[in-house]
C-alpha cells in the first residue's frame, strides 16, 4: 500500500507554514485574516480555512477582540524540545554585550531563515534613545534592514536571485522593489559591510557585519541600530572596526566550540 502525504497534503503544509511565518512576521501585534492571506498569496476562504486549522491545534491563538492570529503556545513547548547543534544566541551573547556597551546603542544577531531574516537576540546600550525597533523571535524579508541586508549579501549570486524573485511581493510592503534591494547587495558587497536608513524605522540607521561562513552552515549577521544622527560616517567607520573585531572572535570563538577530537574535524 502506497503511503505519503501526495502533491496536495504537501502543498496544504506549505500553505500553513506560509501563515505561520507571516503571523510570525507580524511582531506579536497580532495579524487579520485578510493581511495574512495577502501575504501568504492565498486565497481568503482558504486562508480562513487553514488558519482555523492551526489555532485548532495550537499553533496560533486568535485574539477574540481584536481577532487578530498570534504564535500559540504549542509553538513554543516545541521549540524547548529542539536542539540545535550550536547555540548561536549563547554564541553571540558576549560579542552583543560588548558592542552594546561600547557603542551605547543596541546591537543584534541575525540568522537566515529561508528568504527570510530571523532575529535571534539583542541588547541596549546606555543612550537615553535606543533604536529597538525589532524584537526578538521577529522576521523579515532578507534584504530589509542592515543585518538582512548583510546576509542576503554573502549568498551566492544565484541564490540572491532566487531570494528577490521570493521576495518580491514582499518588498512592496516595505516601500522597495526588486532592483532597489538589488542595487544595495552590490553596494554591500563592494564596501563589506551593510548599511540602511529608516527600512524599518523612520530615522534609524543601521549598520551590519556578516559572520565568517555563518554559524554551523546558517548564515550569520551581528549589526548596531541607532537614530541616524548618531551613525554618521565617521562613527560608521568606529562602528564598522568593532563589528570586525567582534566578528574575528567570534569565528574563533566557533572553531573552539565546533571543533573537538570527539568530532575529529569542522562540519
Known amino acids: 500500500m502506497k503511503s505519503g502525504l501526495g502533491a496536495g497534503g504537501a502543498q496544504t503544509i506549505q500553505r500553513a507554514v506560509s501563515l505561520l511565518?507571516?503571523?510570525?512576521?507580524?511582531?506579536?501585534?497580532g495579524a487579520r485574516l485578510t493581511a495574512l492571506a495577502e501575504a501568504a498569496e492565498l486565497p481568503v476562504p482558504t486562508a480562513h480555512r487553514l488558519l482555523a486549522a492551526l489555532t485548532r491545534e495550537g499553533l496560533l491563538e486568535r485574539d477574540a477582540a481584536t481577532r487578530g492570529y498570534r504564535l500559540g503556545s504549542l509553538l513554543?513547548?516545541?521549540?524547548?524540545?529542539?536542539?540545535?547543534?550550536?547555540?548561536?544566541?549563547?554564541l553571540c551573547a558576549s560579542a552583543l554585550q560588548r558592542l552594546a556597551s561600547?557603542?551605547?546603542?543596541?546591537a543584534y544577531v541575525n540568522a537566515r531563515s529561508g528568504r527570510d531574516a530571523l532575529c535571534l537576540d539583542r541588547r541596549e546600550g546606555s543612550f537615553a534613545v535606543q533604536a529597538a525597533p525589532v524584537r526578538i523571535g521577529n522576521r523579515r524579508p532578507l534584504g530589509v534592514g542592515s543585518g538582512a541586508l548583510a546576509l542576503l549579501a554573502i549568498l551566492p549570486s544565484e541564490e540572491v536571485d532566487a531570494v528577490l524573485e521570493s521576495n518580491a511581493r514582499r518588498y512592496r510592503r516595505h516601500g522597495m522593489s526588486v532592483d532597489r534591494v538589488r542595487v544595495a547587495v552590490e553596494a554591500t558587497r563592494a564596501?563589506?559591510?551593510?548599511?540602511t536608513t529608516g527600512r524599518i524605522v523612520a530615522r534609524f540607521r543601521g549598520?551590519?557585519?556578516?559572520?565568517?561562513?555563518?554559524?554551523?552552515?546558517v548564515p550569520v549577521a551581528l549589526s548596531v541600530i541607532a537614530a541616524d544622527e548618531r551613525l554618521d560616517a565617521p562613527r560608521i567607520d568606529r562602528v564598522v572596526a568593532l563589528l570586525r573585531r567582534e566578528e574575528s572572535a567570534l569565528r574563533a570563538a566557533l572553531t573552539s566550540e565546533l571543533f573537538s577530537p570527539a568530532k575529529g574535524t569542522l562540519p
Open 21 to 29: 511565518r507571516e503571523v510570525s512576521a507580524s511582531r506579536g501585534r
Open 76 to 90: 513554543y513547548e516545541f521549540g524547548l524540545a529542539a536542539s540545535p547543534d550550536v547555540d548561536i544566541r549563547r
Open 102 to 106: 561600547e557603542t551605547g546603542d543596541c
Open 191 to 195: 564596501r563589506g559591510f551593510a548599511v
Open 207 to 217: 549598520v551590519a557585519l556578516a559572520v565568517g561562513n555563518g554559524v554551523n552552515g
